[in-house]
């Protein structure tokens, strides 16, 4: 039964049911479930709905009728959609407390951002580009929040890189991807070239997006993102060095520089 949440006139109770509509000339009541004619609780119906109605206070199970209101309640009989609740209090609405909640609980899910890899590694030269890219995939995780199954997709969006020297690129898109061997040495769209001789960590920041889903709902986009920061990887930067020898390798095989 489709409806919002309502404050019974006569009973004082809170529940679901299309009532105070304008210009509705239905009347709308409830009867409770799980009394037998004499009043009395039955207990093997309440076994059988036990915690169906949890989302409030005093949570009572019943069946909604209507019927024309000019008739009176009495022949309201007609009933409507399944068995649903009605409450002491209005309970909360449990969507709209998972939506203001659902952007920092993404903010804490262990979320893994990604490993970073190096172009040539451990060691690189200076002067020359050492291709550095990240590989980082879409994760799922299921939690539970006020009672309410979520499960929550992320998705890597953007990459910030730390080269460790005091230089920086990001965030960007594009996450870089490896060279065959041949290729090491060229500039990528997230390689770096060092300076400087030295050991550097290099530090990766990815960027996720998400959705969620309530209870096997529709997903639903997560007003915000997530940064989550991958483990650094430390590159040795050395310096080369060409010597000329006078021995030709030819006729010396084991000379210097040979």
Request: with cysteine; glycine share 12%; net charge negative.
């Amino acid at each position: 039964m489709d409806g919002e949440w309502h404050l019974d006139p006569v009973s004082g109770m809170w529940g679901v049911a299309p009532v105070n509509q304008a210009d509705d000339p239905n009347g709308y009541r409830y009867e409770p479930v799980c009394f037998d004619r004499e009043g009395n609780i039955d207990v093997q119906c309440r076994v059988r709905y036990d915690g169906r109605c949890e989302d409030g206070e005093d949570g009572e199970l019943v069946q909604w009728y209507t019927g024309l209101r000019q008739l009176g309640s009495s022949a309201w009989n007609t009933p409507i959609g399944e068995l649903s609740c009605i409450y002491s209090e209005e309970p909360m609405d449990v969507l709209e407390e998972i939506a203001g909640r659902i952007l920092s609980e993404f903010r804490l899910l262990p979320i893994n951002a990604g490993s970073v890899s190096l172009q040539p590694s451990p060691h690189t030269l200076v002067g020359a580009n050492t291709n550095v890219y990240a590989t980082a995939g879409d994760q799922s995780f299921s939690i539970e929040l006020f009672g309410q199954e979520v499960v929550v997709e992320a998705f890597p969006t953007e990459y910030t890189w730390t080269y460790g020297d005091g230089s920086s690129l990001g965030p960007v898109a594009n996450p870089g991807g490896p060279l065959p061997a041949d290729r090491w040495g060229e500039q990528t769209a997230t390689s770096h070239l060092y300076a400087q001789t030295g050991d550097f960590n290099v530090s990766l920041t990815t960027t996720f997006r998400g959705t969620y889903s309530v209870n096997g709902g529709p997903a639903i986009p997560i007003p915000g993102t997530g940064s989550f920061t991958a483990s650094p990887v430390t590159i040795s930067v050395w310096r080369s060095v060409v010597n000329n020898y006078a021995d030709n390798c030819l006729e010396n095989p084991s000379g210097a520089g040979c």
